[in-house]
């Protein structure tokens, strides 16, 4: 089990709300989406987000659905790269919760793993996601990530096997990843029932802060995941929202919606 | 065991070409840097592989799909007319002749019979010029599976003819509207569609790339190009062993499979890349589509789409084992345009009566040049794979001749 004690800041965070009773919300953005991009982080933490993660949009996002593609495309054809979108980090200064940096894992090899981390350090990120990173092949990153102080978080799938579950849950940090489907992301009709399961088998071998993402977009799917996982990570139905021009008013609405479900789900008798 | 084999294979001494070192790794390229949700998938295709490559039973149901249905093993043909043109003795090894028309049936039959072993009753595959997707579409009928076939929309314009062939054998034709629309996009979609398919469909990769055990695997699936030719090299030329091994290189399949019979010969290897898609000739260290490989990107780490007129060399990137070789210095990485290859191509097709794909034309494109300014020394007996046949690029020649 994970000794609460020499987690880092990221992890502190998540597991101090947690332990108060509160679902944590994680919406995504892919950075660079629009000129003024960095007020949709700013309006996700005013709708009472726990951590937010921002997306440094690559070329060939193999794991994600046509949504973030659409995203991560329209946010290069504006010019955003890693550098760019940093720089914009740099300048929000502390929203109060902590920054989750996601992205493939050749923007962290053409920097190099050591300087990639350290550059998301000095942009005042605390994680990192790499989804095409799998645990066996990490070491490299999380070495240079653990030097500069920034916590990787692994993800599991419903398809990962029990003993390869607990290296991922031991090595992980800031939260695990729980995948909740075989699948990509994108919006979906209804949580997966693999969801619960995986869940399940997670947090049987870690008491770390458990995550759910891929295809949670409403407020009732967001109610259900909480039932299994400590909260949620809501991607696909920011940026649809966004690549349809809602802008960070709109989004904080939206955003309000899931805070209230999960919030509601927490004051039900357990 | 080895004596029921039905080819001898040439691995170096040092192990170039032989099994890939840990966690898939051909120095430092390759690995399985796959999605979580696939690498389960990939261990039980490894661990499948590997029982069935053992397994004289699967060798031997391999080995008889690939003389009876796919009419292995192809000629070794002299190139008499161009040979005296050019000063060098060239040999063409003619995996044109192959049902289907390309090398890509030679993997395609493995992975086709290892799906069965696993239970699988699905194919998913992407292709570029077609000719994966069209090998693929064949073995799934002759073998009673489905096929699902991912192709950038771009390549479902200008290789019609491939994409009805498929269709005609009952595969499911998936156009890729995203990105470049070409390969590497078809690819990034094919792998999308197996995270959500992996309990009943099989990734059959075209190429030596993808998460290991692919490179290796595919690789493997294709060194019958180049343990048969060492066979008939050996018999056929003066040399026994040819000076030089030529092939050309998208992902690399067909070289990969050509070089494998000549790992540990003298003989100098060149792979022939397409100028617009220069993977191992230019390429930088990066992760793509699974693999540790050489791909073109810009200063920002984003991937740089390929641009040929062969849709099959239209890849960013090269196999991981090329990259190896690469740095080895065991094989040398040369480009050539567009329209050195089609010169290439009609060239051949008035000296030696055979119109061959234009990936294959590159390849050959390389010979004529190098014969030409001495990079291949008169009198130089060179091996080159025909890696498949240009029906396909006709109406692409049709536009610009």
């Known amino acids: 089990m994970t000794n609460a004690l020499t987690a880092g800041a990221v992890e502190r965070h998540l597991r101090a709300r947690r332990d108060a009773g509160r679902g944590l919300l994680m919406p995504y953005v892919t950075g660079g989406i629009t000129p003024g991009w960095t007020d949709y982080l700013r309006a996700f933490a005013a709708a009472g987000a726990d951590a937010i993660e921002v997306g440094l949009p690559f070329s060939d996002p193999t794991l994600d659905g046509v949504t973030i593609q659409q995203a991560s495309d329209t946010a290069l054809a504006r010019g955003a790269s890693t550098r760019r979108i940093l720089a914009d980090l740099a300048e929000v200064g502390d929203l109060g919760v902590p920054l989750v940096v996601s992205t493939y894992y050749n923007l962290v090899l053409n920097d190099g793993p050591e300087a990639f981390c350290a550059a998301l350090r000095r942009a005042g990120a605390g994680g990192l996601i790499v989804p095409d990173l799998p645990v066996h092949e990490a070491d490299e990153l999380t070495d240079a990530a653990e030097a500069a102080g920034i916590e990787p978080a692994l993800l599991a799938s419903p398809a990962t096997p029990q003993p390869r579950l607990a290296e991922i849950a031991g090595r992980s940090r800031g939260f695990v990843y729980a995948v909740s489907l075989m699948g990509t992301t994108g919006e979906r009709t209804a949580l997966a029932a693999s969801a619960a399961e995986l869940t399940g088998r997670i947090r049987r071998v870690t008491d770390r802060p458990v995550l759910l993402g891929f295809g949670i977009s409403t407020p009732d799917q967001a109610r259900e995941a909480r039932r299994h996982a400590d909260g949620v990570v809501v991607g696909a139905a920011v940026m649809r929202r966004v690549l349809d021009g809602a802008g960070p008013d709109d989004l904080r609405a939206f955003l309000a919606t899931l805070r209230l479900a999960l919030d509601q789900e927490c004051d039900r008798p357990r | ?401």
């Open chain 2, 1 to 401: 065991m080895r004596d029921v084999l039905p080819w001898r294979e040439a691995v170096a001494p040092d192990g170039t070409m032989g099994e890939p070192r840990a966690r898939g790794r051909f120095g430092g390229y390759g690995g399985r840097y796959a999605p979580e949700s696939l690498v389960e998938a990939c261990r039980e295709v490894e661990e499948s592989f590997r029982e069935a490559w053992a397994d004289p039973g699967f060798r031997g149901a391999l080995a008889r799909l690939l003389a009876v249905h796919a009419g292995r093993p192809t000629p070794l043909t002299p190139a008499r007319r161009l040979s005296e043109a050019l000063g060098v003795e060239l040999y063409l090894k003619r995996e044109d002749l192959t049902h289907t028309g390309s090398h890509k049936i030679n993997n395609v039959l493995g992975q086709a019979l290892l799906a069965i072993r696993m239970g699988r009753r699905r194919l998913i595959a992407e292709t570029g010029a077609g000719q994966h997707g069209v090998a693929t579409a064949t073995a799934a009928a002759l073998l009673g599976l489905e096929a699902t076939v991912f192709m950038g929309e771009r390549d479902i314009e200008r290789q019609a003819l491939n994409v009805f062939r498929m269709r005609m054998l009952g595969a499911e034709v998936v156009p890729v509207t995203t990105g470049s629309r070409t390969l590497k996009d078809a690819t990034s979609e094919a792998m999308r569609h197996w995270v959500g398919a992996t309990g009943d469909s099989h990734y059959c990769v075209g190429s030596v790339v993808g998460p290991d055990p692919y490179p290796w695997m595919v690789r493997e699936f294709q060194r019958v190009i180049g343990d048969e030719a060492r066979g008939q090299c050996a018999a056929e030329l003066r040399t026994g062993v040819p000076d030089h091994v030529v092939a050309c290189v998208g992902g690399g399949s067909n070289a990969a499979g050509t070089f494998a019979g000549f790992a540990d010969t003298p003989a100098r290897l060149v792979g022939v890349e397409a100028d617009g898609g220069a993977g191992a000739a230019r390429g930088r260290l990066g992760v793509l589509h699974g693999c540790r490989s050489l791909f073109l990107q810009d200063d920002d780490g984003q991937i740089i789409q390929a641009h040929s007129i062969a849709a099959g060399l239209d890849y960013p990137g090269v196999g991981p084992e090329h990259a190896h070789l690469r740095d080895l210095g065991r094989a040398r990485y040369v480009t050539v345009t567009d329209g050195e290859a089609v010169g290439a191509a009609l060239r051949l097709a008035r000296t030696e009566g055979i119109v061959p794909a234009l990936e294959s034309a590159h390849a050959l494109a390389w010979v004529i040049r190098a014969a030409g300014d001495g990079d291949l020394p008169a009198g130089s007996t060179v091996l080159m794979t025909l890696s498949g046949r240009g029906d396909k690029d006709v109406s692409t020649l049709k536009e610009l001749l």
